[in-house]
């Protein structure tokens, strides 16, 4: 792989501070090339359970650290992350497909986590509350909840780890993760700087497995772990939400979207395309937060659509390691002929394409991006979420009526709004049910922000203040006087 500190490259589970093979291995690929990178060790079960062991023998320990102690070790890792950004960049680009820059930001992204609830560790405030019986003293303060469980994304396995394990540790939490066997490379490398930046065995485990839903079982139903945490399709986080009931365990899921792009004719045409671009074509559309369905207002429709089409014609596609390149492949050849579906549903239903719609001869899993207009609510290409490099452009006249069909689905994370009339602007981003609103912006993600969704979206924030909350308990202690 080239890289400056080979120690990062891992190919073994991490459990209870030791490096562990498995009984197979897992061949991990570049989705540009189909280049085999490496062989990671095949967790199992078996060895789910013996992580979620490490993390219960490591909690007792790690939870009575003081938080200044916890933090010094997060400062460590985060400096170790940005030490060795460029490597780890690199090895996200090789096995995820993004750009190097995007990859690079996304190192960024997720080392910020780590500082944050570095910092924020220390403001675990209880309160003093007025008594209602002069006999009493009332009051609450935090505790960490357990061992915490984790399963995270590929599309990005670096920052959907570093926003879930930084404010779990920090809390006192210890935490076991299931990466996905797609890039789990990212995910071991991460340990590799946990372990340099002394965080102690048993604190944060890495389990890759290829049998998921059985490693999942572990992950939700082991009566030993308090609190479960997802990032997926909704689909999936249903069925896992549904194993955590029998323990009655707590919850953090950051499921699918479908989130609209509404553009009224007072926008500003440019930074709406711009802004749309930034949704749409980051990591070839595959993020929770991509926008699904773009809605557009008559009388700009034409010109938008013109610009948008120039943008789109502009970007490079190609392998994330060369120069330029702003569009990668897919991450495998199943999602580009699931996105390729979607395109021919919509062309057999009326729709029109107005650039790509095709595979590209750069590799099997790249698929052109993609305009489509003469879209309608009714394709599946607006009823499900794209999770690829395709825009489909609807027309839309007036104000309530884009927000009811905005709103007409069971997702609720992410939407879009451009207008340059403030009071407008103020009306539509109250009126959409969902729980993330970016106006005259496409990239809105930040570490002191809440990130999370309503409807089937999920439940719980990640990211700011809210996001440390998930990790705790909060005890009411009643003192006799």
Not at 11 to 37: F, H, K, M, R
Not at 470 to 476: L, N, R
Request: glycine fraction near 10%; charged fraction near 20%; include cysteine.
């Amino acid at each position: 792989m080239q890289l400056a500190n080979p120690n990062l490259l891992k190919l073994q589970n991490y459990i209870g501070g030791e490096w562990c093979d498995g009984t197979s291995t897992i061949a991990v690929e570049d989705p540009a090339s189909g280049e085999l990178l490496a062989e990671v060790a095949d967790g199992s079960a078996a060895d789910a359970e013996r992580a979620v062991a490490a993390a219960t023998a490591a909690f007792p320990a790690w939870k009575q650290k003081t938080a200044g102690e916890r933090a010094s070790v997060l400062r460590r890792w985060h400096r170790l992350i940005l030490d060795n950004a460029d490597d780890l960049a690199r090895i996200l680009t090789l096995e995820q497909g993004k750009p190097l820059a995007e990859a690079r930001g996304e190192i960024l992204y997720g080392a910020s986590y780590i500082e944050w609830y570095a910092e924020e560790c220390r403001r675990a405030y209880g309160q003093t509350i007025p008594t209602h019986n002069p006999a009493m003293r009332l009051s609450t303060i935090r505790q960490p909840v357990g061992v915490v469980t984790c399963i995270t994304p590929w599309n990005f396995p670096n920052a959907m780890i570093t926003r879930k394990a930084a404010p779990a540790l920090a809390a006192g939490c210890t935490v076991v993760i299931k990466p996905a066997s797609e890039t789990p490379l990212s995910a071991l490398a991460l340990c590799q700087l946990a372990e340099e930046a002394g965080l102690p065995a048993g604190t944060l485990n890495m389990v890759v497995a290829s049998d998921a839903p059985a490693v999942g079982r572990v992950l939700t139903e082991d009566e030993r772990v308090a609190k479960f945490t997802f990032t997926g399709s909704t689909a999936v986080g249903k069925l896992l939400m549904a194993q955590c009931a029998s323990g009655v365990k707590k919850m953090s899921m950051e499921l699918g979207g479908n989130a609209p792009f509404i553009v009224f004719d007072d926008a500003d045409l440019d930074t709406a395309v711009a802004s749309c671009i930034g949704t749409k074509m980051r990591n070839a559309g595959q993020t929770c937060v991509s926008t699904n369905r773009i809605y557009v207002h008559e009388s700009v429709h034409d010109a938008f659509v013109e610009k948008l089409r120039g943008a789109i014609a502009e970007l490079k596609i190609g392998h994330g390691c060369d120069e330029g390149v702003t569009v990668g492949p897919m991450i495998h050849r199943r999602a580009a002929e699931r996105v390729n579906g979607l395109v021919q549903d919509a062309i057999a239903a009326g729709a029109r394409v107005e650039l790509g719609g095709d595979y590209l001869p750069e590799g099997e899993n790249y698929f052109a991006p993609t305009l489509i207009t003469g879209v309608t609510d009714e394709m599946r290409i607006a009823q499900e979420e794209i999770f690829g490099p395709l825009a489909p452009v609807q027309k839309f006249t007036d104000e309530d009526d884009v927000i009811r069909r905005a709103n007409a689905t069971p997702y609720g994370l992410a939407a879009y709004v451009m207008s340059e009339n403030i009071r407008r602007a103020n009306r539509v981003v109250e009126a959409l049910d969902y729980g993330m609103v970016a106006c005259n912006a496409g990239v809105f993600s930040t570490t002191v922000a809440p990130f999370g969704g309503c409807k089937e979206s999920g439940i719980g924030r990640e990211g700011g203040v809210e996001g440390m909350v998930e990790f705790y308990e909060t005890k009411y202690c009643c003192f006799g006087v």
